[in-house]
């Protein structure tokens, strides 16, 4: 093989982009080719009538370890979420903050009805345990699900249903909180670390930034790779590509279809967000919404323009509402129980609000099974000249993303 193999990378995700841009930092090029019309795979934002929409409702956790190393934050322009929720019980509304970031809720949040005082100081013992990287020590090991450490830890049944039920099946897609412990102590310490936020410019400013690092003429849209012939990539259109190294940065499924393997893919976690335009925010500042009542389809909501003012158009709001589970309605008779629901939060002045869009994203995150079979990561490595990275090697976070994308990286380098 030559000193400077031909590397192909199968996918324009945040994996492939941190996977070229490492390559490409080591003098060693590379070409992307992603089925798309744009870079960044999930994580891509759309302009609509002047609003920004992300492929779904997504955050960044600024605690995020490798993210802090690979990306430029100033640049982001980062807009943090204050640290803590808004939870809808009983008819009203009621903050949890944290109280060492937001010391003027202390107050409020130890008397309201969303678990006892006992349970707010648990909180602040998982926030320490995460930190420490004990959490999962204290609830019996890496492989137990989120919900029985929440349990070891003693949180009340009011808690675990009104405040980590809703928040934590938001992040993790799983209503049953059936993600390994393991997970969930890397998730809690990167909020415990740093903020949760939004670029100014939406969620694809991150994929754009890590582009930029590459040259232009590296990147081919368009161009859906439908199987491999040993280390020739064979477009949809025919035309093939040959190269010395492949690395498969696409998502589980993709990855397993292109790889040879017949067996059927695991199910993967969607995820449901219906956007509005609305003429006031129904709630000011930037907090994320969550239903502690367990009823209904609403999951979380947020006013995304209150987090990062670039979200919407001056003088106009944009509303974020995630789902909660795969509800049984579709289209209109979704969109209308939905409203529905906000109006008993926010009252009639939802009757004003246009729908913008719904996304329904699929494999919105990739299969638990595959995350808890691999608990210390799957290899990049393939078989020769072949590699692999996604947030399914990983952690199925965005971190997982660009931590796979630079081990495939680094075993590649360390082959060639």
Same mark, same amino acid.
């Given at each position: =093989?030559? /000193?400077?193999?031909?590397?192909?990378?199968?996918?324009?995700?945040?994996?492939?982009?941190?996977?070229?841009? !490492?390559?490409?930092?080591?003098?060693?090029?590379?070409?992307?080719?992603?089925?798309?019309?744009?870079?960044?795979?999930?994580?891509?934002?759309?302009?609509?009538?002047?609003? $920004?929409?992300?492929?779904?409702?997504?955050?960044?956790?600024?605690? *995020? #370890?490798?993210?802090?190393?690979?990306?430029?934050?100033?640049?982001?322009?980062?807009?943090?979420?204050?640290?803590?929720?808004?939870?809808?019980?009983?008819?009203?509304? !009621?903050?949890?903050?944290?109280?060492?970031?937001?010391?003027?809720?202390?107050?409020?949040? =130890? =008397?309201?009805?969303?678990?006892?005082?006992?349970?707010?100081?648990?909180?602040?013992?998982?926030?320490?345990? %995460?930190?420490?990287?004990?959490?999962?020590?204290?609830?019996?090991?890496?492989?137990?699900?989120?919900?029985?450490?929440?349990?070891?830890?003693?949180?009340?049944?009011?808690?675990?249903?009104?405040?980590?039920?809703?928040?934590?099946?938001?992040?993790?897609?799983?209503?049953?909180?059936?993600?390994?412990?393991?997970?969930?102590?890397?998730?809690?310490? %990167?909020?415990?670390?740093?903020?949760?936020?939004?670029?100014?410019?939406? =969620?694809?400013?991150?994929?754009?930034?890590?582009?930029?690092?590459?040259?232009?003429?590296?990147?081919?849209?368009?161009?859906?790779?439908? !199987?491999?012939?040993?280390?020739?990539?064979?477009?949809?259109?025919?035309?093939?590509?040959?190269?010395?190294?492949?690395?498969?940065?696409?998502?589980?499924?993709?990855?397993?279809?292109?790889?040879?393997?017949?067996?059927?893919?695991?199910?993967?976690?969607?995820?449901?967000?219906? *956007?509005?335009?609305?003429?006031?925010?129904?709630?000011?500042?930037?907090?994320?919404?969550?239903?502690?009542?367990?009823?209904?389809?609403?999951?979380?909501?947020?006013?995304?323009?209150?987090?990062?003012?670039? *979200?919407? #158009?001056?003088?106009?709001?944009?509303?974020?509402?995630?789902?909660?589970? $795969?509800?049984?309605?579709?289209?209109?008779?979704?969109?209308? /129980?939905?409203?529905?629901?906000?109006?008993?939060?926010?009252?009639?002045?939802?009757?004003?609000?246009?729908?913008?869009?719904?996304?329904?994203?699929?494999?919105?995150?990739?299969?638990?099974?595959?995350?808890?079979?691999?608990?210390?990561?799957?290899?990049?490595?393939?078989? #020769?000249?072949? *590699? $692999?990275?996604?947030?399914?090697?990983?952690?199925?976070?965005?971190?997982?993303?660009?931590?796979?994308?630079?081990?495939?990286?680094?075993?590649?380098? /360390?082959? !060639?």
């Amino acid at each position: =093989m030559s /000193a400077n193999p031909r590397v192909i990378i199968v996918g324009a995700g945040l994996a492939g982009l941190a996977c070229a841009r !490492h390559l490409s930092q080591a003098g060693l090029g590379c070409s992307l080719l992603d089925a798309s019309d744009a870079v960044g795979g999930r994580v891509r934002t759309d302009r609509v009538d002047g609003f $920004q929409l992300d492929r779904g409702f997504q955050v960044f956790l600024t605690g *995020y #370890p490798e993210a802090g190393r690979m990306l430029d934050y100033p640049a982001l322009q980062l807009q943090p979420f204050h640290p803590g929720a808004m939870v809808r019980y009983a008819g009203g509304f !009621h903050r949890i903050s944290d109280p060492l970031r937001r010391p003027q809720d202390l107050l409020s949040t =130890m =008397m309201s009805p969303i678990g006892s005082f006992g349970d707010k100081l648990k909180v602040l013992r998982l926030r320490r345990d %995460a930190l420490r990287r004990q959490l999962c020590g204290q609830a019996g090991g890496g492989e137990r699900t989120t919900l029985e450490a929440l349990q070891v830890y003693g949180f009340s049944p009011a808690m675990q249903q009104r405040f980590f039920l809703p928040f934590l099946s938001g992040v993790f897609l799983d209503q049953a909180l059936s993600t390994p412990c393991r997970l969930f102590e890397l998730v809690w310490a %990167a909020f415990s670390r740093g903020d949760i936020a939004l670029p100014q410019q939406g =969620m694809g400013a991150i994929a754009s930034q890590l582009a930029a690092t590459l040259p232009t003429e590296s990147i081919r849209l368009n161009a859906a790779v439908s !199987h491999l012939d040993g280390t020739t990539a064979v477009l949809a259109s025919g035309e093939r590509l040959a190269a010395d190294v492949l690395v498969l940065a696409t998502d589980d499924a993709t990855a397993a279809t292109l790889r040879g393997d017949s067996r059927p893919a695991a199910p993967g976690r969607d995820a449901i967000c219906l *956007y509005f335009d609305a003429p006031a925010p129904p709630v000011r500042g930037p907090w994320l919404i969550l239903n502690g009542d367990g009823q209904g389809p609403v999951g979380t909501a947020c006013v995304l323009s209150e987090v990062a003012q670039g *979200y919407a #158009p001056l003088g106009l709001s944009l509303i974020s509402v995630s789902l909660s589970g $795969q509800p049984s309605l579709a289209g209109g008779d979704l969109q209308q /129980a939905v409203c529905r629901q906000l109006r008993e939060w926010f009252g009639e002045e939802v009757h004003v609000w246009r729908h913008l869009r719904t996304d329904h994203i699929k494999r919105a995150l990739p299969p638990i099974e595959i995350l808890t079979a691999q608990a210390s990561g799957a290899s990049p490595r393939v078989r #020769p000249g072949l *590699y $692999q990275c996604g947030d399914y090697c990983e952690t199925g976070t965005l971190d997982g993303a660009l931590l796979s994308g630079r081990k495939a990286a680094e075993a590649l380098l /360390a082959d !060639h």
